[in-house]
């Protein structure tokens, strides 16, 4: 399994005609994303390397049934295309698009959950499911499919935390950037409660960054509703202080925001924070093997309140899984063979 | 992006808050004439992008047009927190009776603007937060239906007892709140909001910061941009499209991603060295941003290696290689350069580069401990 997007992703490219648009469009193809087609306003008719193009979302949702969308437009049309794919139905926008007012993102945001879509981004690399679907830009020969589930706030040091866990021989479920913007459609609460939900997802990587309350929130979620291994690194832990803004920003946040408070707050409920991101595939490690003891002994009671204990017993008996992991690390070979039939098989959805 | 005080309270006079008469100067003599025409004390007060500009002594009290003048002299040229003071305000001195902070924020948590008053406003509202949160009231706003009257009636009650001064404070809040909205504010804020002898409520200070990603439709708000008032590398950075924070150290960094640019930094303190700068080239490959940032690394004498950390996405290696190629050619590099390029179109980089003999690195951490090696190297 995997999180958000896999083999029923039916994707639109949004921009496709542009110089990020088409290029990304051909990269998530060669990966073997379903994309059944891109708009561009006044381009409707018109193929770009086989993909038909559509002049409104309204259009190339009736003709293909797509379900999710990726947003590659300027940022001055970027909002507007995400109002445009949740008034066509789309339930997921994933909007790459790099500066987009946070003014605009904030009455966007609310009005997609009330049409039931989810936006990712903005200012996002998109999120990949190795050996099923790519949307976004996440490079897809740093993935490998396995059992990490990898949230981030970052762009490219996600790569580098993805390429640290793939050269260890620790693949990923799915992996989501979800963008640094002050106003993102998806937190990481969302992805910690998605992962949490997927049964493919046997331990969580969570990559934050200095500023807002988002690592300590996460915090405090997975101290009440994550039973799985989850470790973290903090982008900035050396920033200089003075880079904030005015007394309204030291008010609301109540002194949190610093990298040594997000680390306090992780460490708090158990979450290892890395120095270096290639020291993450260690630390998980680590903390899969203590995870397996706590849940062969006795689960400590103040962890849980007493009503979640049925549940937590179940998901302790469930908790042997996360043995496979180690088995899936020797049978890691076998992936790249899986890779080229997966691919064959969703060309020949394609076709159909 | 920020603008000064009196571009603030030129935006709040149009929105209809009112604010004490004012004008500014750039020089002493200016000074003493516009507080000779008020023909009222006045206060001179420091226009920097830095908090705490009265606790440094930028902002100061004058009973005549001559003190004002002698004042002038002082704060015009004052160093307040790095930066030099090139423009005051003179506004007519206000009696005082109460300070009352109103501030609107963008809050991540919520995902909304979030209006925060006390009536504990003034120089020390961030102890007041920090010791006495119950001081503070909060409201966040549904941005789809906005501020309503009776939310801003409700909040100015927390401030004032007087039914005169709650209507208008909470006038001046629904309309510091439509502020927030027409310049695409990431914060506005009003501190000290203050009562005069006469029952009048006035706001006596004013903050406002405009979210960079709107200010092309902003074009009157980012006019107001002083470059002046900028760290001059910094401003050079945003001109090339490149994101530039200064530091102290001799180890100039290039990266792609402010992520992955923060990370490199914390590495190479981790390893024993100190970064120079964190400069991120972006997401987009343009070999010209590689030659800028070579180029704004350089003026800093600190400089004594710099380290080049790129792991191409949407960013392709080759095109970082080109632009690497290209400074080589067109500037004197006089500090070593060492490379870490993985990702998109590695390979073609590495050809690319591969005459030029530098020193690389696999991975991020071995680059680091490369950079601050040949940093200390004597040369």
Known sequence: ?352 | MKIHEYQAKQLFAAAGIPVPDGDVANDSGTVQGIAERYNKPVMVKAQVHVGGRGKAGGVKYAETPEAARILGQQILGMNIKGLTVNTVLVTVAEEILSEAYVGIILDRASQRPVIMVSASGGVDIEEVAAKTPEKIHKLAVDPAVGLRAYQARDLAFSLYRDIGQVRQAADIIMKLYSVFWKVDASLVEINPLVTTPGGRVIALDAKINIDDNALYRQKDVAAMRDIDAEEPSEVKAREADLSFVKLDGNIGCIVNGAGLAMTTMDLVKRYGGEPANVLDIGGSSNPKKVVSAMEIILEDPNVRAILINIFGGITRCDDVANGLVDAFNQLDLSVPVVVRLTGTNEAEAQRILASRKLPTADTLDGGVKKAIELAGVDQ
């Not at chain 1, 945001?109 to 830009?137: E, F, Q, T, W």
């Not at chain 1, 992805?191 to 915090?219: N, P, Q, R, W, Y």
Request: aromatic share 4%.
């Open chain 1, 1 to 352: 399994m995997s999180v958000f997007i896999d083999k029923k992703t039916k994707l639109i490219v949004q921009g496709i005609t542009g110089r990020d648009g088409s290029f990304h469009a051909q990269q998530m193809k060669e990966y073997g994303t379903n994309v059944v087609g891109g708009v561009t306003p006044g381009k409707g008719g018109t193929k770009i390397n086989g993909i038909p193009v559509f002049n409104s979302m309204a259009e190339a949702v009736k003709k293909t049934k797509a379900n999710t969308s990726v947003v590659y437009v300027p940022p001055a049309f970027a909002v507007d295309a995400i109002y445009e794919a949740v008034d066509a139905g789309i339930k997921l926008v994933v909007c790459v698009t790099e500066g987009v007012p946070a003014n605009d993102m904030m009455k966007a945001v609310p009005y997609a959950k009330s049409k039931g879509a989810r936006v990712i981004g903005p200012n996002c690399p998109g999120l990949i499911s190795p050996d099923k679907s790519k949307v976004g830009i996440l490079p897809g020969n740093i993935v490998k499919k396995g059992p990490v589930g990898v949230v981030s706030r970052s762009g490219t040091l996600t790569y580098e935390a993805i390429w640290a866990l793939t050269c260890a021989g620790m693949g990923q479920t799915t992996c989501i950037g979800i963008g640094g913007d002050q106003v993102a459609g998806t937190t990481f609460i969302d992805c910690l409660s998605a992962f949490e939900g997927d049964s493919a997802t046997k331990a969580i990587v969570m990559l934050g960054e200095i500023g807002g309350s988002d690592e300590e929130d996460a915090a405090k979620f997975i101290k009440k509703n994550v039973t799985k291994p989850v470790v973290a690194f903090i982008a900035g832990q050396t920033a200089p202080p003075g880079k904030r803004m005015g007394h309204a920003g030291a008010i609301i946040s109540g002194g949190s925001g610093t990298a040594v408070e997000k680390i306090k707050a992780l460490n708090a409920v158990g979450i290892p924070v890395a120095g270096s991101p290639t020291e993450l595939p260690e630390l998980l490690t680590e903390q899969i093997k203590k995870s397996r003891k706590k849940s062969t002994s006795s689960k400590p009671a103040s962890r849980r309140p007493a009503k979640k204990k049925a549940a937590a017993r179940k998901k302790a008996a469930r908790r042997p899984a996360s043995k496979k992991m180690v088995k899936k690390k020797a049978a890691k070979k076998k992936t790249a063979k899986k890779k080229t039939t997966a691919r064959k098989k969703s060309g020949a959805k394609r076709k159909r």
